[in-house]
């Protein structure tokens, strides 16, 4: 299974930008779906999160600004990005994680996609 992320680029500060991230083929028993970015220099971070149930969380930095939402007949997960901040800029990864009934867990995670906010 691969995770194709895209929706990544360059806006203002103050602007918008809606990340996707879908996956080539059904996973089955997802657990939670999310989104992590990783700045120059930083470790990842997570940004939001979504869980099967579809409650959700945020990193304290992007709350009231991202919306998280998942699509799961679509194995699909977006971050609608509003009121970009410079310090939003960073490579987006979007991941799954699912689980089975013996416990037996597998991480899946997408190959970025690139957000730059200008100041």
């Known amino acids: 299974v691969q995770l194709q992320a895209s929706g990544g680029g360059l806006v203002q500060a103050g602007g918008s930008l809606r990340l996707s991230c879908v996956a080539s083929?059904?996973?089955?028993?997802?657990?939670?779906m999310g989104w992590y970015r990783q700045a120059p220099g930083t470790q990842r971070e997570l940004v939001a999160l979504i869980r099967a149930d579809g409650r959700s969380n945020y990193a304290e930095s992007v709350k009231g600004r991202f919306t998280i939402s998942s699509d799961n007949a679509k194995n699909s997960v977006y971050l609608q990005m509003n009121s970009l901040k410079f310090e939003d800029t960073a490579v987006y990864y979007c991941n799954v994680y699912s689980a089975d009934a013996t416990g037996s867990g597998r991480d899946y995670w997408g190959r970025g996609t690139l957000v730059t906010v200008s100041s």
């Open positions: 083929r059904r996973i089955p028993s997802i657990n939670f």
